[in-house]
C-alpha cells in the first residue's frame, strides 16, 4: 500500500519544477526567522497594486444592484454583451482588415486558461510548439499535457526572437509558434520589425508544408511598457494568429481569473477553433470565466494599467542601481522584470549566494537561459529595493563585478 496515488506524468512534472517549490519553502523559512521586512522577494510575479477605481466601482455597482441570475451559466464561450465589447476593443487597437465579432471571441480563466484551451483544441500527438528561450516555465507542462512537444529556440542577446533560428526550426510537425511579448522573464517588448520578419518566415514554411501554422500571442503585460514604447498588435501582422491574454497583471486581477482568447478572422478555420475552444473550455473543466469579472471587465477594457508609474519608478531605480554595481543587463521596456547576467556562469549557485544575504532571485535556467536570473518588482518597495542594494553590491564584490 505504499505506491502513491500520484499519477506517473504529474510526479514526473512536479519533480521537474521542485525547484520552484524548494525555492518558495526556502524564502518562507527565510521570512519566518528573519522577518519578512528584513527579506528582499524579486520571486513574485503577483501585482500589489489594488485594481484602478473603475473596477472597483463597477464591482460595487453590481453587487449593489444584482440581476437575477447574474451568477449563473452562461454560454461556454462567455456573455456575449461582454465578447461584443473585447471584439470591439480589439477592433480599434489591432488594425484588422477583418473586423472581429463576437464569434472570435472565447472568455477565459486568465491566459493560463486561454493557453490550455487553445493548445488541447489544436495539437495532435508530437505536434510541435515552437517557443523563443528564455520562456514561461509553464510552457513546457502545457504543452506536455496537451500531447505536443515544445522547441525551445535561443533569442538573440537583445532578448528579440532569433528569426534566423525560428525558421531553421520550422518543420512538417510545426503547428504553434508561442510568442509572449513584452515578455517574462526578459521584460523585452517585440519590435514590429521583428514580428515581420518571422511572419515572413512562418509563410514561408505555410507554402512548403501546404497548410498554416497558428501563431499565439500570449500578452498579459501588453500594457505594462515604458519609455513610449507600445507593444506592437500582432493580429495585423499575423493573419493565422490568436490572442491569449488576460486582467491579472494590467488590472491587478490575477486572482480572480479573466482573460480571453481572440481569434483573427482571418484564419483559414476561425469558426472551426472558435467551437473548438469553446468545447474546451467546458470539458477541461473551466465550464466559463469567472461571471462577475466578465460584466467588469466589460466597462473597464480601455483602463490603464494599475501601478504603472510606480512599477517604473522601480525599473528606473533597480535598473540604474544594479548597473552602476556592474550587472550587465537589457533595459526592460515592459512587464514589471528585469532579467540581469549571472556574474558567475551557475545562476543557480549565484542566487543561492543571494538568498543568504536574504535576498530572493530566481535561476535563468529555470525559464531556459542559464547564467541570467530574474528579479521581479511586482511586489517589493521603492524603500525595500533601496534596503536591497548593499547585498547586492556585496554579490557583486564576492564574485568579482565592477
Ligand atoms: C507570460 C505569462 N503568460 C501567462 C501567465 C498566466 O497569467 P494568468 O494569471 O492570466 O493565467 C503568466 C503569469 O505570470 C505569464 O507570465
Redesign the pocket.
Known amino acids: 500500500m505504499e505506491r502513491s496515488l500520484v499519477s506517473d506524468v504529474t510526479g514526473r512534472d512536479m519533480q521537474r519544477g521542485s525547484w520552484i517549490r524548494k525555492m518558495f519553502t526556502e524564502g518562507a523559512r527565510l521570512k519566518q526567522l528573519h522577518g519578512a521586512e528584513n527579506v528582499f522577494d524579486y520571486t513574485l510575479?503577483n501585482p500589489n497594486f489594488e485594481p484602478p477605481a473603475r473596477v472597483q466601482r463597477r464591482l460595487a455597482q453590481l453587487s449593489a444592484d444584482p440581476q437575477p441570475g447574474m451568477h449563473g451559466y452562461m454560454n461556454n464561450a462567455g456573455f456575449e454583451s461582454t465578447r461584443r465589447a473585447v471584439a470591439g476593443y480589439l477592433n480599434d487597437h489591432q488594425a484588422l482588415t477583418v473586423p472581429l465579432n463576437e464569434y472570435q471571441v472565447v472568455m477565459t480563466?486568465?491566459?493560463?486558461?486561454?493557453?490550455n484551451v487553445i493548445l488541447e483544441s489544436v495539437l495532435n500527438e508530437g505536434d510541435e510548439v515552437i517557443v523563443p528561450a528564455p520562456y514561461?516555465v509553464?510552457y513546457g507542462f502545457y504543452v506536455d499535457r496537451h500531447r505536443g512537444k515544445l522547441v525551445a529556440v535561443d533569442s538573440r542577446e537583445d532578448f528579440q526572437p532569433d528569426i534566423d533560428r525560428i525558421a531553421a526550426a520550422m518543420n512538417d510537425r510545426t503547428k504553434v509558434i508561442l510568442i509572449?511579448s513584452p515578455?517574462?522573464p526578459t521584460g523585452a517588448v517585440y519590435t514590429r520589425e521583428t514580428l515581420k520578419a518571422l511572419q515572413t518566415a512562418i509563410e514561408q514554411k505555410e507554402q512548403e508544408l501546404g497548410r498554416d501554422i497558428l501563431l499565439v500571442s500570449?500578452e498579459?503585460?501588453s500594457k505594462l511598457v515604458y519609455d513610449g514604447v507600445e507593444a506592437p498588435p500582432v493580429m495585423n501582422i499575423f493573419p493565422h494568429s490568436v490572442l491569449a491574454?488576460?486582467?491579472?497583471?494590467d488590472l491587478s486581477l490575477?486572482g480572480e481569473?479573466i482573460?480571453y482568447l481572440a481569434f483573427n478572422p482571418l484564419n483559414h478555420d476561425a469558426v472551426g477553433l472558435f467551437n473548438a475552444a469553446v468545447f474546451n473550455n467546458r470539458i477541461l473543466g473551466f465550464i466559463n470565466a469567472n461571471a462577475l469579472m466578465q460584466r467588469v471587465i466589460e466597462e473597464t477594457l480601455g483602463s490603464p494599467a494599475a501601478g504603472l508609474p510606480q512599477y517604473l519608478e522601480r525599473r528606473d531605480l533597480l535598473y540604474g542601481a544594479l548597473s552602476e554595481l556592474g550587472y550587465k543587463m537589457i533595459k526592460p521596456q515592459g512587464t514589471f522584470y528585469l532579467f540581469p547576467q549571472s556574474p558567475i556562469p551557475d545562476d543557480v549557485a549565484f542566487c543561492r549566494a543571494a538568498q543568504e544575504k536574504l535576498v530572493l532571485l530566481v535561476p535563468g535556467s529555470g525559464f531556459g537561459r542559464a547564467g541570467h536570473f530574474r528579479m521581479s518588482y511586482s511586489g517589493i518597495e521603492p524603500g525595500q529595493i533601496q534596503r536591497s542594494l548593499p547585498a547586492f553590491k556585496a554579490l557583486a564584490q564576492q564574485f568579482g563585478l565592477g
Open positions: 510575479g480563466s486568465g491566459a493560463g486558461g486561454a493557453l514561461f509553464e509572449n515578455n517574462n500570449d498579459p503585460y491574454t488576460s486582467f491579472s497583471k490575477a481569473r482573460g
